[in-house]
């Protein structure tokens, strides 16, 4: 593996050490999210990696040979398929956030032995931080768009790149690529179901579309555990555009003796999250009957 040191974009991350602005590099060639949408089409449906300059970011090279290895099958699931998300966990994200767009596309191949591990994959970048994230300000937390200073408050990933710019890469590759995504809601397998909708809650959804979609699977969802993921989706997608019933909507499913238990626990996690309001006393007696060491085994696939 290269040392990121000795990758182009270095030279950048130094500049903005000392001083220089964000703004000077924006839609350049090491402008991830300029890099992003500016490979064709055809590139992304081909596999034509070689056409897209992973040596631009850092371990660009790795993550290409990574997404290469995955496409090609074989048993059993090769090593590659943590790459990306291994990436994100270490805070390096730009050539991650390139290779959603072909992760998408493995994901979507219903003959690919590897298309549930690829799936996995997919949403890692465009998350800035999730790990350890049990806050109600933070979790199910993912910003709509970028703020005035470009680091989009996610600072700057731990080789100097702005982690902003990675994580709107990665969200705008998956909103243009929704439509590939959302027939998973309905996969035969559940767990490709659950990572279906913890993608998909990252898109930018200005009209509803993917929420509508969620809600409908909901309707129709069989598995508890499911349905659990459907709702945290939902509630992720409402924290970046705001939609009123569905706070309403998340109260009442708490609240209902009748629903499962997973889908009562998510919906009381959601609400809390969507709301300022001090947690009420119903809300905390049902936490402490669902949150049970049988209630975590089945709710363990969730993202």
Known sequence: MSDWRTNPTYAMCQALVNGAELSSFADGPFDVRAVATAVPPEAKDRFLLDEVP????????????A?????????????SAGVV????????????????????????DPHHPHRTAALAEVPAPARAR?????????LLLH??????????DYGSEVTGYPAGWSVAAARATITADAALLLPLLHDPVPATRIRAAYALATVTDLDGTVRTALRARFAAEPAPDVCAALLLATDEITRAHPHSSTTVMLREYWQNRTR??????????????RT???????LRAAVDRLATDERARTMDDLP
């Open 54 to 65: 992973w040596e631009n970011f850092p371990q660009g090279d790795h993550v290409r040979e």
């Open 276 to 282: 300022d309001e001090t947690a009420p006393d119903d």
């Open 260 to 273: 499962a238990p997973e889908v009562r626990l998510a919906a009381a996690i959601g609400w809390l999250c």
């Open 130 to 138: 999730y790990f350890g994230v049990a806050s109600r300000a933070e």
């Open 143 to 152: 910003r709509a768009g970028p703020r005035q200073d470009d680091y989009d």
């Open 67 to 79: 997404v290469r290895l995955l496409r090609a099958g074989g048993s059993p699931v090769p090593a």
């Open 85 to 108: 998300s291994g990436m994100c966990a270490n805070d390096i994200r730009a050539a991650a956030a390139l290779a959603v767009a072909f992760l998408i596309r493995i994901a979507t």
